[in-house]
Nanobody, 128 residues
Framework: QVQVVESGGGLVQPGGSLRLSCTAS????????IGWFRQAPGKEREGISC????????DYADSVKGRFTISRDNAKNTVYLQMTSLQPEDTGVYYC?????????????????????WGQGTQVTVSS
C-alpha cells in the first residue's frame, strides 16, 4: 500500500536528542514535499518543519529553529528529523506527511491541510 511510516519516537530526558524517520512505501519520495507535524493534547496540530522534493527548500517553526534539522535521503526513500536539545514542550505525537511537490513553487510549506498522505504518528515524550 501507499503509505509513510514514522519511527524513532520514545521517551527522552530534557536536553536529549532523538532522530525520527519517515519512510515511504509503495511510492518514491522523490517528487514529494514532506512535512513534519506535531500535536500535543489540547493543542492544534502544528507544522514544525518541511522539505522540498530536492531539499532545495526547508523551513522550520520558530519554536524548533536551531534545534531540529530536517533532511532526506531519496535513495532510502526516507526523510529524517534530527531533534536536539529537546524540552518538555516538544512532547507530542509527531507525524510526517507527504504532498506532491509543485516545481513552480519555491517553499515547501508547513500547513497541515496542504498534505494528504499521513503517517500514523510516533509519540515523543520529553520528561525527566
Amino acid at each position: 500500500q501507499v503509505q509513510v511510516v514514522e519511527s524513532g519516537g520514545g521517551l527522552v530526558q530534557p536536553g536529549g536528542s532523538l532522530r525520527l524517520s519517515c519512510t515511504a512505501s509503495g511510492f518514491t519520495l522523490d517528487g514529494y514535499a514532506i512535512g513534519w507535524f506535531r500535536q500535543a493534547p489540547g493543542k492544534e496540530r502544528e507544522g514544525i518543519s518541511c522539505i522540498s522534493s530536492s531539499a532545495s527548500s526547508t523551513d522550520y517553526a520558530d519554536s524548533v529553529k536551531g534545534r531540529f534539522t530536517i533532511s532526506r535521503d531519496n535513495a532510502k526513500n526516507t526523510v529524517y528529523l534530527q531533534m536536539t536539545s529537546l524540552q518538555p514542550e516538544d512532547t507530542g505525537v509527531y507525524y510526517c506527511a507527504a504532498r506532491r511537490w509543485n516545481y513552480s513553487g519555491h517553499y515547501c510549506g508547513r500547513v497541515p491541510n496542504e498534505y494528504y498522505l499521513w503517517g500514523q504518528g510516533t509519540q515523543v515524550t520529553v520528561s525527566s
